[in-house]
């Protein structure tokens, strides 16, 4: 399995504030993505990133951005947390030098109140 | 928007017996992949097929792909109480192999 993790696991904040989740890898992977999971739903991503530096929007952006100046950390930042945005938020991997699958985080569960 | 659709929804059976999940998607696609979800966990990536593939094992596990249909299934042979899980289809778009899109999956239960 590819070594990633997410930080925190679990978080609870306040409407307005604003959030930054971790991603973190070990695999020396090229391409970083964010993805949302909500019931009824299929994963529906947010960012995604090619490389340092370089990342693009996805289906679901609006209200979220994102960095990466790392090859092994990919962040997602809330600006301004809407209970819209209570999901689990995964985070996932591609190699990209042939490799098509996608290897993920154990997701973070946020909870806005 | 979500490419995938997972048909049924859910699926329950006795452990020992074959389950069936079927996907449809809309455009034209380089792969198709299927992932597993256990329980609060993160998905694990269980095959890919190519647009130019009809069908691919692995271990218990064959996925066939009809591309003038857009349509794929996962069959699980033989299933134990360890493969409930939900069950996702990704497809990789011809024009694009950055992005996976999603369906909504398949939640299965395995009863011993």
């Known amino acids: 399995d590819a070594g990633i993790t997410q930080s925190p696991r679990h978080k609870v904040t306040e409407t307005g504030t604003p959030v930054t989740l971790r991603c973190h890898q070990t695999e020396n992977h090229r391409y970083m993505y964010w993805y949302r999971q909500d019931p009824g739903h299929g994963l529906r991503l947010i960012h995604y990133?090619?490389?340092?530096?370089?990342?693009d929007k996805g289906e679901v952006s609006d209200g979220y951005s994102v960095s990466r100046s790392k090859t092994e950390d990919f962040l997602l930042t809330l600006e301004s947390a809407t209970s819209s945005q209570t999901s689990v938020y995964f985070c996932a991997t591609r190699a990209g030098t042939g490799g098509h699958e996608q290897y993920f985080g154990p997701g973070t569960r946020l909870t806005v109140t | 928007s979500q490419q995938g659709e997972e048909d049924p929804q859910a699926l329950s059976i006795q452990e020992g017996e074959n389950a069936t999940m079927n996907c449809s998607y809309k455009t034209s696609i380089n792969n198709l992949q299927w992932y597993r979800q256990n329980s609060g966990r993160g998905l694990v990536h269980l095959i890919l097929i190519r647009s130019n593939e009809r069908e691919k094992h692995s271990g218990r596990l064959r996925v066939t792909l009809d591309t003038s249909k857009k349509s794929s299934s996962l069959l699980i042979t033989a299933s134990r109480a360890a493969d409930t899980a939900s069950y996702f289809c990704?497809?990789?778009?011809?024009?694009?192999?950055?992005?996976?899109?999603w369906g909504a999956g398949t939640k299965l239960i395995i009863k011993p």
């Open positions: 990704a497809t990789a778009a011809e024009d694009s192999n950055y992005q996976l899109i």
């Open positions: 990133s090619y490389g340092v530096k370089d990342t």
